[in-house]
């Protein structure tokens, strides 16, 4: 660098020696996230919404005020009835979301490691891809009755093809070397899948879970609405009845904070199991 900086004016080759110490730093990416920055877009939501209710912009009857939201969540609190639909709604979504967590995964695995079961499998898959889960619903009512399994069924259908889609994405996208350098090694095909193959299929399945988590509340929603006489859905069918706004709105904001902390539980597992990958957001 000396001789490199000799012929240099003195600003110029103290600017040099400068940017020599300079720490280096990531000029592509978006930088460093934001702690809690996912929350200042709903901050903002909701600032328009009190604003918009406060100033008369928006009619009540259209929209009820926030105030008079919160206000009858805690008549509701009081006498139970948001309690008992919350664990209702939980309790369907949680028993569908296992299920077709666990069937897509499964499923995954057959046909991402052996082409055998890609054959008959992946095929079939597809094709349920392009049928909307919510257009079996008919079907599975005159299979299932209106109870619970049907419910619970048609939010599994729901979650099952994104967790097997990016699952079998991931197992498929593993870079060819590593199998060369395990055969070089001497490694077992049992050891190879455990060590290398899960670990390499894990952002997939990560990210199929977080879209498996969105698809299980939006089945869920239409489950209650269409066809249930228990569970937030229900609450909102019958306040649709009544013309009770207030009731309607409580239990969107109730789903949408099932839907916001489900992610946000999916994303800390999705960080901590995927620790040592560094990627633009680290």
């Not at 600017?15 to 877009?41: M, Q, S």
Request: glycine residues 12%; charged residues 15%.
């Amino acid at each position: 660098m000396t001789t490199l900086t000799g012929n240099l004016s003195a600003p110029t080759r103290a600017l040099a020696e400068a940017e020599d110490v300079r720490p280096t730093r990531r000029r592509l990416g978006p930088g460093e996230p934001i702690r809690f920055g996912g929350l200042i877009g709903i901050a903002a939501l909701l600032l328009a919404w009190v604003v918009g209710s406060a100033t008369g912009v928006l009619d009540p009857r259209t929209l009820t005020e926030p105030w008079t939201v919160v206000q009858t969540a805690g008549t509701l609190i009081e006498n139970g009835r948001l309690q008992e639909s919350l664990v209702t709604s939980g309790i369907r979504a949680a028993l569908g979301l296992g299920l077709g967590v666990l069937v897509g995964t499964v499923l995954a695995l057959v046909s991402g490691l052996s082409r055998i079961g890609e054959s008959f499998i992946d095929g079939p898959i597809q094709v349920k891809r392009s049928i909307p889960t919510l257009a079996l619903i008919p079907l599975l009512i005159l299979w299932l009755g209106i109870g619970e399994p049907m419910k619970v069924i048609t939010i599994a259908l729901a979650v099952f093809v994104p967790i097997y889609i990016h699952t079998h994405n991931g197992l498929r996208t593993i870079e060819g070397r590593y199998a060369e350098l395990a055969e070089t090694l001497g490694v077992t095909r049992g050891e190879f899948v455990r060590h290398v193959v899960l670990p390499g299929a894990m952002p997939g399945f990560l990210l199929g879970l977080r879209f498996a988590v969105t698809s299980s509340l939006l089945a869920l929603v239409v489950v209650e609405v269409i066809n249930a006489t228990s569970g937030i859905g229900h609450m909102i069918t019958l306040a649709s009845n009544y013309g009770q706004t207030d009731i309607i709105v409580v239990g969107l904001v109730v789903y949408a904070l099932l839907g916001v902390t489900a992610d946000a539980v999916v994303r800390l597992i999705e960080r901590k199991a995927l620790s040592w990958r560094r990627t633009l957001a680290s």
